[in-house]
């Protein structure tokens, strides 16, 4: 028996067609709102930087070091959470936190406040990611996993979207302020919904069939170091953040900086290229994931490996090049490709981790991820921003040589996720029948 209270649990083994995708839908809806209120701020990242009187280096502070640190450090506490207790209510309490303090980011009038304000999102969005990949296990069995959360993962070019490109546009229009409140007021109402309309799953009800009680924290860690697959799949899918995302969340910045645009413009140059490319990307991932030939996971982390690297040499061509018509061309590369590996490295680390598990493996990942992507790469941009500054720069060459430096970054994620299937057929069995 679990050590959890006792809790209204469905049966997902006769959930229906219908119950199964909802959960889904809603799934990706959390996903989709924590990724716009965690990216929005690198669309206004400019007029926050002038209205508060800030460096380079210290906007990125600010905003990037402020989600990142609180963000990781809540990690691991809200996923034991939630390997123990009411998965639903856990992610909808944290989807109406995070919302709520997303709106007070736009009432902050000094940098204190902005900055305690995405300490109060990040203490919401902590738990969201990890909850839903915990619910999303146990609705879809493993063979189904890598394509469910691929699905899930379309919340991340739907949320960039809206946090780059529709944010843009209302920044234009009424300032950087009302972008806050237009992401953060529809994040309640959806957290209600989630609590009203999704049912508790049966932990491992899809694969050992039964409920075991949640390994301790040392268990759990000295598991996920043996599972040496497991390692580099993180380690790959958090460098790829660190690279891909770290360099996205200078790039509206970057836009404007060197072609002489307005917040609004640069969101028209990159908004079909989130949406529609990364879309789109995630789809066709998600398409793949579901053939028969995918089951075999080496496969899957081959076709990671190829496409980041791939997607590395166009990232460097971006910065590099002064044209804008081959920026364009090139982005149409990189953009969707910083997508299409969230939803099957999730489904690869769901099916390396025991049921009991997930949420902490899921945790890791996390961790990693946005230790690279919000407080290793938008810092080391902005400080090497400022450095280049004293070389007489003027303020885009700066920060373009200062993103050159983080490109290579790409080929040591793919070099990880090559070396995942050396070991990943075995550790999934491992997993399968970790008692």
């Not at 469910?148 to 302020?177: E, H």
Request: glycine share 8%; hydrophobic share 50%.
């Amino acid at each position: 028996m679990s050590s959890a209270p006792a809790l209204r649990l469905a049966e997902p083994q006769s959930a229906s067609f219908v119950e199964r995708w909802y959960v889904l839908i809603m799934m990706c809806l959390v996903y989709t709102l924590s990724i716009a209120d965690r990216y929005v701020v690198s669309t206004v990242l400019d007029p926050i930087r002038d209205e508060l009187h800030l460096t380079n280096l210290g906007v990125s502070l600010l905003t990037g070091m402020a989600f990142g640190v609180f963000y990781i450090l809540l990690g691991f506490p809200l996923s034991w959470l939630i390997d123990r207790y009411n998965r639903r209510k856990i992610v909808a309490v944290c989807l109406v936190l995070w919302s709520i303090m997303t709106a007070v980011c736009g009432l902050a009038r000094t940098s204190f406040q902005f900055f305690m304000a995405r300490v109060g999102v990040t203490v919401g969005e902590a738990g969201g990611t990890p909850g839903a990949n915990s619910l999303l296990s146990d609705y879809f069995p493993t063979a189904r996993r890598p394509m469910a959360l691929t699905v899930f993962s379309l919340g991340a070019p739907i949320g960039a979207w809206l946090g780059y490109n529709v944010a843009g546009a209302i920044a234009d229009q009424y300032g950087w302020r009302a972008v806050f409140y237009a992401l953060g007021i529809p994040g309640v109402m959806a957290g209600a919904a989630v609590w009203l309309t999704v049912r508790e799953p049966a932990r491992g009800c899809l694969d050992a069939g039964k409920d075991p009680l949640a390994p301790s924290v040392k268990a759990t860690m000295r598991f996920m170091w043996q599972q040496r697959s497991g390692v580099h799949t993180m380690l790959g899918t958090a460098v790829c953040a660190l690279w891909g995302w770290g360099l996205m969340f200078w790039t509206p910045t970057f836009l404007q900086r060197t072609y002489h645009m307005t917040v609004g413009q640069a969101g028209d140059v990159t908004q079909n290229m989130h949406l529609w490319g990364g879309g789109l990307a995630t789809l066709a991932t998600g398409w793949l994931m579901a053939r028969s030939t995918m089951v075999d996971a080496r496969r899957i982390v081959w076709l990671l490996a190829a496409g980041t690297a791939i997607a590395t040499v166009a990232s460097g061509v971006v910065y590099w090049t002064r044209d804008l018509a081959l920026a364009k061309a090139m982005l149409w590369i990189y953009i969707p490709a910083i997508y299409f590996y969230i939803g099957p490295g999730f489904g690869l680390l769901n099916n390396l981790a025991p049921c009991r598990m997930r949420a902490m493996f899921c945790a890791m990942v996390l961790f990693l991820a946005n230790l690279g992507n919000l407080v290793i790469t938008p810092n080391v941009i902005g400080l090497l921003n400022d450095w280049f500054l004293r070389y007489h720069l003027d303020d885009a060459d700066a920060l373009r040589l200062a993103m050159l430096c983080i490109v290579p970054t790409g080929f040591w994620a793919a070099a990880h996720l090559y070396l995942a299937a050396r070991d990943i057929i075995a550790d999934q069995e491992r997993a399968r029948t970790y008692t």
